[in-house]
Structures are given as structure tokens and as C-alpha cells.
């Protein structure tokens, strides 16, 4: 049996990292190729002391002759270096054509993570009454807000999963809000980056709206794990679906951020505990021209809406949150803000 070859975006980052960890361990036979941003010689030993069976070609996600190229030459594809990176997806995809047009009969698979902003409402940080609980058994997105992040992204690779003509296997993984600290080369997540940056600049930990609003959340290893589930299972022709990865009890945004509130007026970093709503007046100093990353835009959908789904696909692969359960998101924050910080 050939064994296949994985060109994987995002070794250097968060979920990557700890996916590549996870990878060497259980499936060291699977030679990997990392698309890697400024590979020094300190990276690549950090690569391969993750993974023994890593190598490395040069380039980022705007390398876009590079991304389409080697997800020309790969049996799989995975993209764990960014869900909203709209030029890059589509490289990868027309690179994966290519593929399937030489090798008739024989589509690369393409495992590509997301999040669960695709499906939040627009709740603005205030208490809903019967919010919605998604699952991802018979989960469409054609059936969540259109103007969500992430679904540029996500409806090409759908349409590409699903066309008769040079078809592609893929399998999109929409995991809840990360955290934990990760042991790859980035071992924080942006959105702890971003709160951090956020409280830096407000003088207090802020909510979008009240922030009555709750997230589904995981654990770093146990998104890692959900991924090597789903390969697994798409190894041997067992998945061919888009997956969840999130069942822990639900969290309040105003909750994370009285933590996080505490936590750094502890350390002398802002100038009060507990947390309180943005005022209108710094969301709007937020805004940018780039419609893409304007952040006063972004963050009503991202952190002031209810996004909460369970697992029930992934959770018949035999995936279990073992991490999230045993280290509650509340309890943890701090390891989190430490490592940023």
C-alpha cells in the first residue's frame, strides 16, 4: 500500500503545532511537508523534534504559486493556518484539482479547520432566550447567517466535496472557541492575543454588547485529536462529512472576560478587575478600511453572538473531549495570559 503524503498549512501555529505533535506519535510513518514562513534553522528543529518525518518548503499563505503547487503534488491537504484566508483555500483547491484531474478515480482529500463564528448569531452580547444549539448531523451552511466570517471560505471547499468533475474529498472541522497553551512554536491563541491587545488598550477586560452571549469552547489537544480522529477515519473511506468539535457545558463571554479582568489587574495591567461592555466610542476607534479585518465590524459576530454546537457526528468516530473536560476552560485562562504575556 502507497502510504500517502500530507501537505500541512500551519505547523508553526497553535492548533498545527499541536496537531503535528499529536501526528508524530501516533502516525510517524506519514511523511509531512509544512509550508513554513522564514523556516530558520531554530524552527526546523522544533519542527522535527515535533514530528521526525517533517520537511520543510519555504513560503507563506500569500505565497500563492507555492500553496497551489504543492497541494497539486499531495494525497492530503491539510489547512490549519487560517479559516478566513480566501485566496490561499482557493489555491489549495485549484491545486487539488489538478490532482484529481491526473489521478482519475483517485481525489486527494482535503481536511480544512474552521470555527464556529460561521454560525453565530447576531445577538450583540445580549441574553437570548432559547438560543440555538447546532449539531453536525445535517449541518448546511447555506442555513447560517450569509454575512458570517468564514463562509467565503468554507462553500467553495463544499462545492468542490461535492461537484461530479474532478472532485475532491473534503471534510471541514468546526471546532468551538480554542484554548489551553499549546506546545508547538506558537503556543497561544489569537483570540487571547487579541483580548489581551483589546484590555492593553481600553484599560479593562470589555464585552461586545453585555455579553450575556455564550461560546461553545475545546481544548487545544483535544481540537489536535478531533483532527487525527477525522484523518484516521478518512484513511480508511470512514468520513466524508464536516465535524464539530466542541461539547463542553457553556460559557459566557462575560464570564471569560470577568476572569481575564481579574487575572490582569492582578498583574497591574489595566486598571480594573472584572470586566464591563466596550463603550461605542472605543469599538469605533477600532475600525479599519479593510473591510476584512476590521475588528469593529468583525467583533459583534465573533465575540457578541451565541455560537454553541454539539458533536454528535464526531462523537461516532470515537472522538471524547478528554482535555476540555478535565481543564475547564475558567480554570485555565491564567496559563493562557501568562504565555502571551
Known sequence: MTIPTIFLLGATGYVGGEFLILLGRKLPQLPVLALVRHPTAEKITKLHSMHANVSVVEGSLDDLEIVKDQAA?????INIASGGHSLSSQ????????????KPGEPPLL??????????????GELVKDVKVWSDIGFNLKSVPPDNVHLDVDIPIVEAGTRKDNPIR???????????VGQGVQRTTVWIRTQLKLARDAGYAGTWGPGYNAMSHVHVKDVASAILVILKAALEHKADEDFVASDAPKVTKRECQAVIGDYLFSKGIIKQPGSQPFTKEFITSLASTDHSSDISHLGWRTF???QLAKSERLAKLGWVPVETFKH????TLFESLDAAL
Open 73 to 77: 503534488k499531495a494525497d492530503i491537504v
Open 304 to 306: 457578541g453572538g451565541n
Open 91 to 102: 489555491a489549495i483547491l485549484e491545486g487539488m484539482t489538478e490532482h484529481s484531474a491526473r
Open 328 to 331: 475547564p476552560i475558567l480554570d
Open 111 to 124: 481536511i480544512h479547520i474552521s470555527g464556529l463564528a460561521v454560525l453565530s448569531d447576531d445577538a450583540r
Open 170 to 180: 473534503t471534510i471541514i472541522l468546526f471546532p468551538g472557541l480554542i484554548y489551553g
